[in-house]
């Protein structure tokens, strides 16, 4: 009995491997950063925040549009460049870019971020994250980086 | 015809059909017990319901991060019926999500989770807690950006677990970023993994009421008591017990049949919900909403004191489950009658309150900025003969912002106050310190408006009275 019971045992824990993987798939795999280029440098003006868009890193070739993140491209002057993540760091909603009114607001719960980055108002725990970004022969490149996800140790840094 | 009565003989006693069933069908079930016990049921005829169109929407549907909104664009469109097919799904949740919170909340009225019932209870949060989530991922399998921005949501929201957040949330979405794997993981729980969890569920939750019993209908002053309660109830269903079907049964019946009713009428009138624009994460303008079950989850984030937020979404749904967990165990045994239980009853009212007020404010969403206002006219303002300056600053109004959050003769959002009459209430020099300054929800403009522009907008409030 205990061989029989064994061996169903052996058998169920074999099959299980490949499933168990599949299931953490998403944990398993580590995807290389790249830098994606977003425009030339002479695209954005100094002063003016602009929404660029890049592929992410190694999109599955059947994840279609869904490849694509967004980002918030500002350019402080000849050499500054920031790239704001387009996710309110509250929930994660899209945040848009009110060029008159200077700031980034999101339309989920009334999240708002100055310029820089930094929360002006609403409940997000922190400012807004940033990707990292370089000049690269006259072109602008965003390194492409996972979705930010705010964790609960944000809350107690305000 | 006896032919046939000859075939079913014989069916019948090599299959054991009506030695089986026909017991179960009619086993004796408190008198009484009327149109307040028919939600159980109708719960279970609505998940038939979504088992069924679910089956046949998946005919048509592409589960792929790629296709799925072309397909859902196809079902609306094109599909014979198809428009109906995703209305009845999407109503047949609505009425699961409502019945299944009735059923629950009759329950708790009639303490129906006493002694010995206390398993039934347990298996049915189970159940609760597997239907929101049905209803979550069933919002997001639409794949339209609002489909997109919700699985966001979920991750964020996962994100806050301590320590293994973020791996949570990079297994809720199949991968670092929204992408290809991220509809095939949902379509999976949505379609293979709840279900299978549910049909266990249901399956143990009947078994549980047929080896149980029908909780009778309480009486003030009939208290439980465990030692005895097993043998009344035996004895009061052989004393005045009648057979379930169909003494009982034709009210769920009925019942479950209209609902379902309406639910094919509703969709055919109003169809299915509009999809929104197609998943393309980098599409930033957008406003993601959920369906109306997710609106007081969806409030709750809003209006929470921001300093706990992050603590509280983590707790929150955790202490409510544990204490819908705890409920049998709190008290299972003594008085049944809601007439008795008045703090229990004071509770159900509360939560009552609480959700229905969540989402009342959670449509309205008053905190969101209103990126759809239009430009004040100088007719809607007070200034009779209003100088450049306070024109001027009507414009900026407009263009800096303001009016996203502030309402001006119901022009305007509603996430601060209201400033028709802001004239009354503040001096120019108040004005101008609270619009610098910026306030407890409100951003500073110090650094963003100029001198000048502050001026005007400031000459054109001080005429708001």
């Known amino acids: 009995m205990k061989i029989s019971l064994g061996l169903a045992g052996l058998s169920a824990a074999i099959a299980a491997v490949p499933v168990i993987s599949a299931l953490i798939a998403p944990l398993l795999e580590s995807k290389e950063e790249k830098w994606r280029t977003v425009g030339k440098v002479t695209d954005f003006a100094a002063g003016t925040t602009t929404l660029v868009t890049f592929i992410n890193a190694d999109p599955e070739p059947y994840a279609g549009i869904t490849a694509k993140s967004a980002a918030w491209l500002r350019r402080n002057n000849q050499t500054d460049f920031i790239a704001f993540a387009a996710n309110c760091t509250h929930l994660g909603c899209p945040v848009r870019w009110e060029k008159d009114a200077h700031l980034f607001m999101c339309p989920c719960h009334g999240g708002v971020y100055y310029a820089n980055g930094t929360v002006a108002a609403g409940p997000p725990p922190k400012p807004l994250t940033r990707y990292e970004v370089r000049v690269f022969k006259d072109e602008v490149q965003i390194k492409t980086a996972p979705l930010p996800i705010t964790n609960i140790s944000a809350s107690r840094s305000v | ?328 165990f709190i008290s299972h045994k003594g008085e049944r009658s809601p007439l008795k239980r008045p703090w229990a009853m004071f509770g159900v009212i509360c939560v009552f309150v609480f959700v229905i007020s969540l989402l009342v404010i959670g449509i309205e969403a008053s905190w969101s900025p209103n990126f759809n206002t239009k430009p004040l006219p100088l007719t809607a303002i007070k200034a009779t003969n209003p100088d450049s300056t306070v024109i001027r600053g009507v414009h900026l109004f407009y263009a800096k912002g303001c009016q996203y959050c502030h309402t001006i003769n119901h022009y305007g959002g509603k996430a601060g106050p209201n400033l028709t009459t802001v004239g009354n209430r503040l001096s120019v020099q108040e004005l101008k310190i609270r619009i610098v300054n910026g306030g407890k929800n409100m951003p500073s403009f110090g650094g963003i408006l100029s001198g000048e522009e502050l001026d005007r907008i400031v000459a054109f409030l001080a005429t708001q009275k």
């Open chain 2, 1 to 328: 015809m006896n032919i046939l009565k000859k075939i079913w003989k014989w069916i019948d006693d090599r299959s054991g059909f009506s030695e089986s069933i026909l017991p179960v069908i009619t086993h004796p079930v408190p008198p009484r017990a009327k149109w307040s016990y028919v939600f159980g049921s109708a719960t279970l005829f609505c998940f038939l319901l979504q088992v069924i169109t679910g089956i046949a929407l998946s005919l048509l549907y592409q589960p792929s991060s790629k296709e799925a909104y072309q397909s859902l664009e196809f079902i609306t469109n094109q599909a014979k019926f198809g428009n109906v097919l995703r209305g009845i799904h999407y109503f047949g949740a609505s009425a699961m999500i409502i019945l299944v919170g009735l059923h629950m909340v009759r329950t708790y009225i009639t303490a129906s989770y006493k002694f010995p019932r206390e398993m039934n209870w347990i298996s049915g949060v189970f159940l609760l807690i597997f239907t929101i989530f049905m209803g979550f991922t069933g919002q997001l399998l639409r794949w339209d950006s609002n489909g997109v921005w919700s699985s966001v949501v979920a991750a964020q929201q996962l994100g806050r677990v301590p320590f293994v957040g973020k791996y949570l949330a990079r297994l809720l979405l199949g991968g670092n970023t929204i992408g290809g794997q991220t509809l095939s993981r949902f379509y999976s729980y949505h379609v293979f993994i709840v279900p299978a969890f549910i049909f266990v569920f249901v399956a143990f939750h009947l078994f549980l009421v047929i080896r149980n019993g029908i909780s009778e209908p309480p009486k003030a002053g009939r208290l439980i008591d465990p030692k005895t309660y097993r043998r009344w109830y035996q004895e009061m269903l052989k004393q005045k017990g009648v057979p379930f079907w169909p003494d009982a049964a034709w009210r769920d019946i009925i019942v479950s049949a209209l609902i379902i009713i309406s639910i094919i009428i509703l969709a055919a009138v109003f169809g299915a919900p509009a999809l929104t624009t197609p998943p393309d994460p980098s599409m930033v303008q957008t406003s993601p909403n959920p369906d109306w079950y997710m609106v007081p989850f969806f409030a709750l984030f809003a209006l929470m004191p921001h300093k706990i937020e992050s603590v509280a979404m983590l707790l929150g749904p955790l202490i409510t489950i544990i204490l819908l967990f705890s409920i049998p």
